[in-house]
């Protein structure tokens, strides 16, 4: 049965989420700073044990040997969004590629709440939150890398296979194409996810908007050409079975529920009103509607199904942890099925199908959805399914990808300036025009394995 995505009508956010929670998190005293204990952060929880994330997204060895197709519209779709990329999004990329991203994507919570969030953080009012997400020692991604991955599968990154085709943006004296480790998975990507979609357990009612700008900072790689969007769909892939394991892990839930009540202390203190009054009073990073659907498009990045479609998904075991605050009075078998009334479509690269699927799970619509429960205990949604459409429309993509011309390291690189900054349609420096750039780019392509780009459809199961 085909499956709909969600409108922001039916968003629990939007339906006493905020009262529901106030219940499931105590109280705390607003700028009480007070840190975890030592004894917390040094316990030895079970969630710390070394664990094997190549299993959830080894599909990409077989992309790479046997589909082409995929390959070429995986080095295009990168082409395409490293040279046609804002001046403002080429700023942003930057910021994330150097900074903390618990701090930079701070903007997920809106103008007011943001910029209250960064002040907190800066003035040690979040201690607890900040020893779980910071870049530096943050509880939740302390003991996962993105390294045994990125040796194992060990594919060149897209500045090393095609550079003369790519952009390269830049601060001056950055290092964005120094890196000469794995690309696949990103590591940038899985930080920001473990990040934000910790960030999203913490505040449910903003987690459309958190989600989304997380998925702006797994984009980014590609603006910046570190990355192929593969290596950004596993590192959210990565990132998000990090945040699981953590939430899965009952010991350590509790340093979650902690941070959580010191975070919505502080920002309903220094707001001056109710979490949900603070949140509707403020100017949103975007609109619900625009969140999960650029979130959505950024699953998947439109590449085609080389599966199956149609099939039911397997939920990855304890995939349902993620949504104790989104939905705390379902029960985890109701939780289980939000995320399969969620899913995407199969058959999309990264797909593993039975053996439990984190590509085909869409949080941000699992956690936004608003969901009743039925007389025999199983959950539906409580309203008619639409599509959200984005007010702004998305970038078109090229209708037939072939192969980039890989090129020997060491090409030429197209532009590299201080800022890397595009303006008014031009490339930044070039005085190229960025529709004329791309076809010059573009034309690097060889002839073979010609793959149609078809829109990504979602099913879900009620």
Not at 38 to 56: F, H, V
Not at 400 to 408: F, I
Request: proline residues 5%.
């Amino acid at each position: 049965m085909a499956h709909r995505r969600r409108t922001t009508r039916q968003l629990a956010v939007a339906t006493g989420l905020g009262v529901i929670l106030s219940t499931v998190f105590a109280a705390v005293p607003a700028n009480a700073a007070e840190p975890f204990t030592q004894e917390e952060l040094k316990y030895d929880y079970p969630s710390n044990a070394a664990y094997d994330y190549i299993p959830i997204m080894d599909l990409f060895t077989d992309i790479v040997n046997n589909q082409p197709g995929v390959v070429a519209l995986n080095d295009a779709t990168t082409v395409r969004i490293n040279r046609t990329a804002t001046a403002t999004e080429i700023d942003r990329a930057i910021v994330d590629q150097y900074a903390d991203m618990s701090l930079s994507m701070a903007d997920g919570l809106g103008v007011n709440l943001g910029a209250i969030y960064t002040a907190a953080m800066a003035a040690g009012e979040l201690p607890k939150t900040k020893a779980l997400i910071s870049k530096d020692g943050g509880l939740v991604g302390y003991y996962s890398s993105t390294n045994p991955a990125k040796d194992f599968f060990d594919y060149d990154r897209p500045y090393i296979r095609f550079e003369a085709a790519l952009v390269k943006h830049d601060k001056p004296g950055g290092n964005v194409w120094s890196s000469t480790s794995g690309s696949y998975p990103s590591g940038h990507t899985s930080q920001a996810y473990w990040q934000g979609t910790t960030l999203a357990t913490l505040l449910p009612e903003l987690s459309p908007q958190i989600l989304a700008r997380t998925s702006e900072a797994g984009n980014n790689r590609i603006v910046l050409a570190a990355h192929y969007p593969l290596d950004v769909m596993s590192g959210r892939m990565m990132g998000q079975h990090i945040v699981e394991r953590r939430w899965s892990d009952a010991q350590f839930r509790v340093l979650f529920e902690e941070a959580s009540a010191e975070l919505r202390a502080v920002l309903e203190a220094e707001c001056g009103d109710t979490l949900a009054a603070c949140i509707a009073a403020d100017t949103p990073y975007m609109s619900d509607e625009d969140a999960l659907a650029v979130y959505e498009e950024r699953l998947a990045y439109d590449f085609v199904q080389t599966g199956a479609a149609g099939q039911d998904v397997t939920v990855p075991a304890n995939a349902e942890s993620l949504l104790l605050t989104s939905h705390p009075t379902l029960t985890d078998a109701q939780r289980r099925q939000v995320l399969e009334m969620t899913a995407t479509d199969s058959g999309y690269p990264l797909d593993e199908a039975a053996n439990g699927s984190w590509e085909r799970i869409n949080l941000s619509a699992a956690m936004a959805a608003d969901v009743v429960v039925n007389a025999d205990g199983t959950v539906s949604f409580a309203a008619d399914v639409v599509v959200p459409t984005p007010t702004t429309p998305p970038t078109e993509n090229p209708a037939v990808v072939v192969p980039v011309d890989v090129v020997t390291p060491g090409g030429t690189t197209v532009n590299d300036t201080a800022t890397g900054a595009a303006a008014d349609g031009e490339l930044a420096a070039t005085g190229t025009e960025v529709g004329g750039a791309l076809a010059a780019a573009l034309a690097l392509l060889v002839a073979g394995a010609a793959v149609m780009v078809r829109r990504r459809r979602i099913t879900a199961r009620n």
